[in-house]
């Protein structure tokens, strides 16, 4: 059981040990710094509340992912909310690029990013866990609850909606 | 050209590949702690049973109807309560004990 109420030192430990992996996560998902560690706080709030959530079926890291992901498509629907619902409105997100990509890539890496924002949110989850950060089919289909062909066949689908996204985006810029 | 094209999509897709996980702000677990701190407080405010709170309400509520019984029956001393008589008679309401003995 992951039950930290009672022990600060362990639960400072389980936050040093997997906020890096969650926080880059969540950063590659919202493609927005401040948004991103409000989400990763969200995410150990929750791990400190709820420790019964977690019941040993899957390693801690998938949970976390779970959770993260979860996080991440209410706080994009919210946001979509925001901009919608007011005549205003947000602005539209400025160009993203992850601090980790290494710099020869990171033009090309904006337009991937543009290019993700169009996604659905499934495909988008789909393909942040897979390309970005590594997760097999297996560790992805538990993370979103699902078997290992529809993980296939929703990457695929991401994949060729990216290609076709990116043409349009190539001959507009 | 369409080609060109390909292969420039095909590296915008690999773009992502080798990238370094970003820094986490030091101020991330701090933040998290201070939360944690909020949210303990809160816990032990909602562990406080219903029992002791009707308990509390129940007493202040008895304490309030007393007092305003008593501020009602000052307000009009024509009426004196037996209690108030008895005092009078007997004269409690002295508190000069020479005075008393000096009386006998």
Not at chain 1, 48 to 67: C, D, F, N, Q
């Amino acid at each position: 059981m992951l039950n930290f109420r009672d022990d600060a030192v362990a639960f400072r430990a389980f936050i040093l040990e997997h906020q890096t992996r969650v926080f880059n996560a969540v950063l590659n998902k919202v493609q927005h710094v401040q948004d991103a560690e409000d989400i990763t706080q969200e995410v150990f709030i929750d791990v400190y509340r709820k420790p019964e959530a977690y019941r040993g079926e899957a390693a801690v890291s998938t949970w976390l992912y779970r959770i993260a992901m979860n996080k991440c498509i209410d706080h994009l629907r919210k946001k979509q909310r925001r901009r919608g619902g007011t005549a205003t409105g947000e602005k539209e997100p400025m160009d993203f690029v992850h601090p980790g990509i290494v710099a020869e890539n990171r033009e090309k890496a904006r337009f991937l990013y543009k290019a993700m924002r169009q996604l659905p949110d499934k495909q988008q989850t789909a393909w942040v866990l897979s390309e970005m950060e590594n997760l097999s089919y297996k560790d992805i289909g538990e993370v979103m609850n699902l078997s290992l062909s529809s993980v296939e066949s929703l990457l695929f689908r991401a994949r060729q909606n990216l290609k076709k996204i990116l043409s349009g985006l190539s001959k507009n810029e | 050209m369409e080609n060109i094209n390909e292969k420039w999509i095909e590296e915008v897709l690999q773009s992502a590949k080798g990238m370094h996980p970003a820094a986490v702000d030091p101020y991330l677990l701090t933040g998290i702690e201070a939360r944690v701190q909020q949210l303990k407080r809160k816990l032990v405010v909602e562990q406080i049973p219903l029992y002791w709170v009707l308990a509390a309400a129940a007493a202040i509520g008895l304490l309030l109807v007393l007092n305003i019984s008593l501020l009602r029956n000052e307000a009009s001393p024509s009426k004196k309560s037996s209690l108030q008589e008895l005092v009078q008679e007997y004269g409690w309401n002295n508190s000069d004990f020479y005075t008393m003995n000096d009386s006998k």
